[in-house]
């Protein structure tokens, strides 16, 4: 059978070390040895003698969080001894390598998957206030590994040198160390040229020293995560 389908860039790439590397720029390949966290869904194949455990958000605390600010991570933990693939509406995928004491700041919806041995919390955004009512809290990753995420589209890394200015939904991570603020789109001569799909014209700013990571499109705003509507789905999680 032939077929250029059948290439060596198609193929499956080998490696004697486990962990975590690129398949392809669209799907993520970790040669487990022990266990991994991944994104509930994103497994997309796998070989060997794999089992996934759901997670929810990644513990009591942290699901409460997540009812509560309708942000955090979906999660399973996968143990074993296999390869599995994981990618997620064929976004580009990277990989990120977080020595210790380093501390990023990431969208939740951005996060594929992570080493087991890297922490993580959900916070609130400094600088956001009551501004907006999404996008309000990110996932701070902290410790030793790595971790993959994903953009739609090839993104830009701005250095932070000088004031810095994203749309909410384009910020796919930051340098957890950089001051944040979020600011009426009005405020910087923008009006209604920027903002959400929801009416919502906010801009997010960025001071210090560390990086932005930017994608050229935007993630769509949290459904129902409203005050209001954020309180009503943590008491339905916990009646539920």
Excluded at 57 to 85: H, I
Aim: aromatic residues 6%; proline residues 4%.
């Amino acid at each position: 059978m032939r077929s250029a389908l059948f290439s060596a860039e198609n193929l499956e790439k080998e490696s004697t070390q486990p962990g975590m590397r690129l398949q392809n720029s669209k799907m993520l390949k970790i040669e487990l040895n022990g266990e991994a966290m991944a994104r509930v869904g994103s497994m997309v194949a796998y070989q060997g003698q794999v089992q996934f455990q759901a997670l929810g958000s990644g513990g009591l605390g942290k699901f409460l969080k997540q009812k509560l600010t309708g942000e955090g991570v979906p999660l399973m933990k996968l143990t074993g001894r296999g390869d599995v693939f994981l990618a997620e509406l064929a976004k580009d995928v990277h990989i990120i390598d977080l020595e210790p004491g380093d501390a990023l700041s990431i969208n939740g919806s951005s996060v594929l998957a992570f080493d087991s041995t890297l922490q993580y919390d959900i916070r609130m955004v400094g600088g956001a206030g009551m501004a907006s009512s999404s996008g309000l809290f990110n996932c701070v990753f902290t410790g030793h590994g790595r971790i993959a995420i994903t953009t739609k589209g090839t993104p830009v890394v701005l250095n932070v040198d000088a004031p810095t200015y994203v749309d909410p939904q384009a910020a796919v991570c930051w340098s957890a160390n950089l001051q944040t603020g979020y600011h009426r789109a009005e405020q910087l001569g923008l009006g209604t040229l920027l903002g959400r799909s929801t009416g919502e014209a906010f801009t997010m700013s960025f001071a210090g020293q560390g990086f932005v990571v930017v994608q050229p499109s935007e993630e769509p705003p949290i459904a129902g995560s409203g005050a209001q509507e954020q309180q009503g789905g943590l008491l339905g999680g916990l009646l539920s």
